[in-house]
């Protein structure tokens, strides 16, 4: 297929990705687009032309599986990164990168490189009653704060479209220094502990919480559905099959393109 219409990045994102979708249709998991890249999928029929990432979604259960095994079919210079086997990995989603190459993450106040990576996020399950879930929903927000404060340095702060409450936080967290010596692997294992308590098959509503969006990617199961299959450059990838009610609740009008000034890419840049 031509991808001369395709970035750089692009291009080797779907280098990347080629291995793990091969995973994934082979062993028939279950798996869905994300955010960003189903947004593509329904618009674009692929990536957001400013984008530069892929964002898959793997029920909880299945991501660990998919961890455990996914190494043995990747070349040597593709590797699974977690918070678990890398020190350098301060996200709690995991990575698939690729060694041979570097990004450049501006934005945050220490630039830094990254290999190119796919993004892959567990989808966790919400408790049932609607004050235990805001209980639930209530205590996640905190830890979140907490992590993100703990690796500050890290956080991309140019990120167009934050909300007030997160704008007054890094404001607060610039002036007073509050928070920068907590631990970041410490706030990631109490946040997994807590996304683990309940099981997606026993859920009626799934999160990706630990995605941009927060509790705006927290969909009753029945919106997933048994998914649906929609064009993403030369894939077929499966997405939620209320497309449309997932993308209303992330992104309102999601069929007009944003502002220049709001599109909300990586804030990187390829090296080398």
Known sequence: MDTSHLSKVQQLILEVFAPVHAYLTRTGMEYYMLGGTLLGAVRHKGFIPWDDDIDIGIPRGQYERFLREIQRELPEYLKVETFWNSKEHHYYFSRIVDTRHSMKRLGSLEDRSENVWVDIFPLDGMPNNGLVRRYHMLRLLVFRALYHISCFEKVNLKRPNRP?????????????????????????????????????????????????????????????????????????????????????????????????????????????
């Open 164 to 272: 007030l409450s997160e704008r007054l936080v890094i404001k607060f967290v610039e002036l007073t220094g509050f928070g920068r010596n907590l631990d970041t692997r410490k706030k990631l294992n109490q946040i997994d502990a807590l996304l683990k308590r309940y099981p997606v098959e026993k859920s009626n509503y799934i999160v990706n919480f630990m995605g941009q969006y927060k509790f705006k990617e927290m969909f009753p199961k029945s919106m997933y559905g048994k998914g649906q299959m929609y064009h993403f450059e030369q894939y077929m990838l499966m997405g939620p099959e209320d497309y449309d009610g997932v993308l209303t609740q992330m992104y309102g009008d999601y069929m007009t393109p944003p502002k220049d000034q709001d599109k909300n890419a990586h804030a990187a840049e390829l090296e080398g």
